[in-house]
């Protein structure tokens, strides 16, 4: 995660660095999947045969290999599919029959519009919470603050949803039980209809991107230039905004990016128990019918998606802290 | 509706129209729109029939086409888009295609949609589930606009009932890729594998009168609990795959209540024949006297099951032999064949695993009572993902599951022939074999029921398919939804009930 740091000590600007670190990031999406596309390959049973499920008989399952190109060697088609994504063709779903892309793009809208207003959420809720457990040290509240964020970090997600599907939805009958999310929805409807999805994942990343400011945020408050800015007469509000908050900017915006890099993959249980059309059911439906080309689109997705935001934060982390660029 | 109720008088179905004479006051209503929730949907959800997999697609299919015949309750087949389908000597069938019938999107059906729609099963590329019954069409050619010709490469009376399987629902003529258009109750609005499929009333429905709801919106909740709170919560009417623990949730609802079918749906525990020790058959026999039916029955399915018999034929069944002597737990007589066998402290595995339904916990239960007679029994648990390929049929003893088939012919052919591809125990009974053969073409009826009684009989005594129980099929439904009958061919009526409910509300 913080591995692009090391050169930073020559005098530099940001470009060179974040052109390494690009090419550092297609090296390893090639390597995840040349990973993925092996590790497939050593489960049991392939497309065909998974399609055609128990039925399956010796000559279909031929047939259907032959007209999904699984009979050629694996190296070959991974090589194709390489060649195809490099014209951005991410190929046909061996199962669907029609293009990835397709389906990615009906699923890839839910999947960001879920982890945004989750993040949209979560991140200022997380700040609220380790910044104020970090100036009211030692209080009732600080400790009220860490019970309340050990315990999200503890229940399950699945139990979390299944009890407020349990009370708000059965019981209640305040919220919908699934989060159907479709094109004629108004925003309104889209808004209610993933509240408990949003609350569910929000108790799950919540509590590291809080405990985190507030373990940052501790460490700064004891520095001399603290006190020295307290002498001087500025706010609380002051000093921890204008003075703390830059300088421990860098390992909170790491915790939040791995907190919400856990949005995208990690939504599987919440998309599961809401009936979510997500990406990361859409990767468990692509591992069980053993759908090569749409299992590498959402490994990619993700892959990216997570690099990005490491990226993104160590930027920031670099914007925020000069030291870290200059010597 | 004239029409339709004289026809089907005549033809001794009124199926569909049996709830509402059974419920007395209730009469069909028009208008409404419904959600339903099954239990299985992915990237795989198809509009071809043949392709049709599972709970989804089938109930998918039933909404856009239809079928020449139709399996009624009594599980014969009975006339639909064919008027007539009648053969003398059970190999060259005439069909007389119904007049007037049209695609949604124009067009009226002919024969030549017919002759397209039953010879595409045969191209290994489009990989029909349906292509080895499709394998015994030696022909199939046009008579005029309105007859179809189909030559069989032997005699098999029971075309018409394989006829009626959502596999073999007409399409259009010339359709490579099928899009929903049909002769069905409903039109596609829209399609989203994995996601859901809308499907609209289709007022020029060739039964008339019908359907009665405007919109059906059809998704899938694989998550049981998550299902059940749906149904509850009222976002969906109607829920296929309700868990017998889970019943009492249902019912404890007063808008809500639960509909039991009793199906021909197995799990069974196959001893391989074609090799040692599970061919052994005191060893098959030891373990037939070692399944505690009404324990399983239950305990694993809370009664939610009909007691098997090691055999395929559920006592439901027309063909059903009652006087085949029920197998019972007798841990004496399984010592006896045990000690016979030679097998004392043998360490065998079981291979089960959640693919199949219960299989786990039989497994247990077979073990428990086996430690009692010296069988030493180990249940290897082996994950859902990959199960058919890897382990079903492929180890000494492993679990299968067989879901109902329109006709006793079907179950037997695929799973029981000594060359089926699906033979699961690996047994060769040719007597069995010669009877299979003969049923199919006999032309008297009483000949025919005493050849199948037979075969259960040899199957009950000498196959090594452990068949505990039949389970049922349990649907949750919103009360207000109404017409719902169970079909002994699945749940949700048997994947057809759309064309025949209604929302009185």
Redesign the interface.
């Known amino acids: 995660m913080v591995g692009g740091m090391s050169g930073s000590h020559r005098q530099q600007t940001l470009w060179p660095l974040l052109a390494r670190r690009i090419a550092s990031a297609l090296v390893t999406l090639l390597m995840v999947s040349m990973l993925i596309f092996a590790l497939a390959g050593l489960?049991?049973?392939d497309a065909?045969?998974?399609?055609?499920?128990?039925?399956?008989?010796?000559?279909?399952v031929a047939?259907?290999r032959?007209?999904m190109g699984l009979d050629q060697p694996a190296p070959l088609r991974y090589a194709q599919w390489l060649a195809g994504m490099l014209r951005a063709d991410a190929g046909q779903?061996l199962?669907?029959?029609?293009p990835v892309a397709d389906?990615i793009a009906?699923r890839l809208p839910n999947t960001l519009m879920l982890a945004g207003m989750t993040a949209a959420l979560a991140v200022p809720l997380a700040l609220a919470m380790g910044i104020t457990a970090a100036i009211r040290r030692g209080t009732w509240l600080d400790r009220a603050i860490n019970l309340a964020s050990l315990s999200m970090v503890a229940m399950p997600e699945f139990l979390v949803a299944?009890l407020g599907?349990?009370l708000f939805?059965?019981k209640l009958?305040w919220l919908?039980?699934?989060a159907?999310v479709?094109a004629e929805a108004t925003w309104g409807e889209t808004l209610r209809s993933c509240a408990l999805p949003i609350l569910s994942l929000t108790v799950v990343v919540v509590a590291q991107m809080a405990r985190m400011t507030r373990a940052a945020i501790a460490d700064q408050l004891d520095r001399p230039y603290v006190e020295m800015a307290r002498l001087k007469g500025a706010s609380l509000a002051r000093v921890v905004l204008g003075h703390v908050l830059p300088n421990c900017l860098g390992p909170i915006v790491n915790a939040m990016a791995l907190s919400l890099s856990y949005l995208m993959g990690g939504a599987i249980i919440v998309e599961?128990?809401?009936?979510f059309?997500g990406l990361a059911s859409?990767m468990v439906?692509?591992?069980?019918?053993r759908?090569m080309p749409?299992l590498q689109a959402c490994a990619m997705i993700f892959c990216s998606a997570y690099l990005l935001l490491m990226l993104a934060a160590d930027m920031v982390a670099l914007i925020a802290n000069p030291r870290l660029r200059a010597q | 509706m004239m029409d339709f109720s004289r026809r089907s008088l005549l033809a001794g179905m009124g199926a569909g129209m049996m709830p509402a004479a059974a419920w007395g006051a209730a009469l069909p209503k028009r208008g409404g729109s419904i959600r339903v929730a099954t239990q299985s949907s992915s990237t795989a959800d198809t509009l071809d029939p043949a392709k049709g997999a599972l709970s989804t697609d089938y109930v998918r299919h039933f909404m856009l086409y239809s079928g020449l015949t139709r399996i009624g309750h009594d599980m014969i087949a009975h006339p639909a888009l064919a008027e007539r389908i009648e053969s003398a000597d059970r190999i060259t069938w005439h069909i007389s295609l119904r007049r007037g019938v049209h695609f949604h999107q124009g067009g009226e059906l002919t024969s030549a949609d017919v002759v397209y729609s039953l010879l595409r099963h045969k191209d290994p590329k489009l990989g029909s589930k349906m292509a080895s019954i499709a394998a015994q069409f030696t022909q199939v050619r046009a008579d005029g606009r309105y007859g179809v010709v189909i030559a069989l490469s032997g005699p098999n009376a029971d075309l018409p009932a394989m006829l009626a399987q959502s596999h073999f629902l007409i399409l259009r003529k010339g359709t490579a890729k099928p899009d929903g258009n049909g002769t069905g109750p409903f039109k596609l609005a829209e399609f989203k594998p994995g996601i859901r499929t809308v499907a609209v009333r289709n007022p020029d429905y060739w039964v008339s009168g019908k359907p009665y709801l405007d919109r059906i919106e059809l998704i899938a909740i694989p998550d049981e609990v998550s299902r059940i709170n749906a149904l509850l919560a009222g976002d969906v009417q109607l829920i296929n795959a309700v868990a017998p623990q889970s019943t009492k949730r249902v019912e404890s609802s007063p808008a809500h209540k639960i509909a039991t079918t009793p199906s021909a749906l197995y799990s069974n525990l196959i001893a391989r024949m074609d090799r040692l020790p599970s061919g052994n058959p005191d060893f098959i026999a030891a373990l037939k006297h070692l399944v505690d039916r009404p324990l399983i029955k239950r305990a694993l399915f809370r009664g939610f099951a009909t007691i098997g018999n090691d055999q395929p034929i559920p006592p439901f069944h027309p063909y059903y032999n009652p006087h085949i002597p029920q197998t019972a737990l007798d841990l004496d007589r399984a010592r006896w064949h045990i000690n016979r066998s030679g097998l004392r402290g043998v360490r065998l595995p079981i291979f089960a695993g959640p693919a199949v339904e219960g299989a786990v916990d039989m497994a247990s239960v077979l073990q428990e009572y086996g430690a009692r007679v010296g069988l030493d029994l180990a249940i290897t648990r082996v994950p859902a993902d990959g199960y058919w390929s890897t382990h079903w049929m492929r180890h000494p003893l492993s679990f299968g599951s067989t879901n109902p088939r329109p006709t006793a012919d079907l179950v037997f052919s695929l799973f029981y022939k000594s060359d089926a591809a699906w033979n699961e125990t690996g047994w060769k009974n040719p007597r069995f074999d010669q009877l299979l053969l003969a049923a199919r073409g006999e032309v008297d009826e009483n000949r025919r029921r005493a050849m199948y009684h037979e075969m259960q009989a040899i199957v009950h005594d000498q196959c090594g398919s452990i068949i505990p129980v039949f389970i049922s099929l349990i649907d949750g439904l919103d009360r207000r939804l109404q017409g719902m009958n169970p079909h002994p061919m699945g749940g949700l009526m048997g994947y057809q009930f759309a064309e025949n409910v209604w929302w009185a509300a």
Do not use: R
Not at chain 1, 95 to 98: D, P
Not at chain 1, 272 to 275: D, E, L, R, S
């Open positions: 489960l049991p049973g065909a045969q998974e399609a055609l499920g128990q039925s399956a008989t010796p000559e279909q047939a259907l032959h007209e779903s199962v669907a029959g029609m389906i009906e299944t599907v349990l939805c059965v009958m919908p039980s699934l159907m479709s599961t128990i809401f009936n059309p859409l439906n692509a591992v069980t019918s759908d749409l």
